[in-house]
């Protein structure tokens, strides 16, 4: 039943490594995103994806790559991970009605990232 | 400055009260406007979106005020399950997944027995 789940929920890493995170929807949404929530709660867009084709891209530094292998998976991946990195990461994913009509994003439960 | 300011609280209200959190908003190319709510620990989850003429969903009441680039939430009754981050969030864009959402920073609510 779960609409939108992320895979792991909780990781924790050296300073260095590479890391994925896994996010797929059962929505049947054309639009998938990635948003970062730092220490302050502050949350902020890092990229979206429409039908396998990236859309926004948010001045995220190039060790972060997401990769759309179809329209219900947003994976991203994390080179050469910093102490900064540290936060929760949330997918999220939307339908565009078109027409003005307001979509609802829907979050998945988050990846709780902690780089030492 | 953000681009959604909001007031962090905490606020501390007893149950039953009335409460009300503001959220002012930069970008006049704004489209669209929601209030999330975010429990600790967990994601956030839509509680309504704001209509122009204003709008109602049981105790929940929220404005738009687009000349002040203002919107409102208002919680009557308060209950104890209120207790959450409530998220000021605007969409801009330029249509289709072109659209975004902008997050204010939130405002915490704490309802006390």
């Known amino acids: 039943d779960t609409a939108v789940s992320q895979t792991p929920k909780y990781l924790v890493t050296q300073m260095g490594n590479d890391k994925s995170i896994k996010c797929e929807q059962n929505l049947g949404h054309d639009t998938m995103y990635w948003y970062k929530q730092d220490s302050k709660k502050f949350l902020k867009i890092m990229f979206s994806y429409n039908n396998k084709e990236l859309i926004i891209n948010e001045t995220v530094p190039n060790r972060f790559s997401p990769k759309s292998p179809d329209k219900a998976h947003l994976n991203l991946h994390i080179n050469s991970l910093e102490l900064g990195d540290s936060a929760v990461y949330f997918c999220a994913s939307s339908q565009e009605f078109g027409g003005g009509l307001q979509e609802t994003q829907y979050f998945g439960p988050g990846t709780r990232l902690l780089v030492l | 400055r953000k681009e959604v300011e909001q007031d962090p609280g905490p606020f501390n209200v007893p149950e039953g009260a009335t409460v009300a959190f503001n959220c002012t908003y930069s970008?006049?190319?704004?489209?669209?406007f929601f209030w999330y709510r975010q429990d600790c620990r967990k994601e956030p989850k839509l509680l309504m979106s704001?209509?122009?003429s204003g709008n109602e969903d049981g105790r929940f009441t929220a404005q738009l005020n687009r000349a002040s680039q203002y919107i409102s939430l208002l919680i009557r009754d308060s209950k104890l399950s209120d207790s959450a981050t409530y998220l000021c969030v605007v969409r801009i864009g330029y249509g289709g997944a072109t659209n975004k959402l902008i997050f204010g920073t939130g405002t915490l609510l704490a309802v006390q027995p």
């Open positions: 704001v209509y122009s």
């Open positions: 970008n006049s190319a704004s489209q669209s």
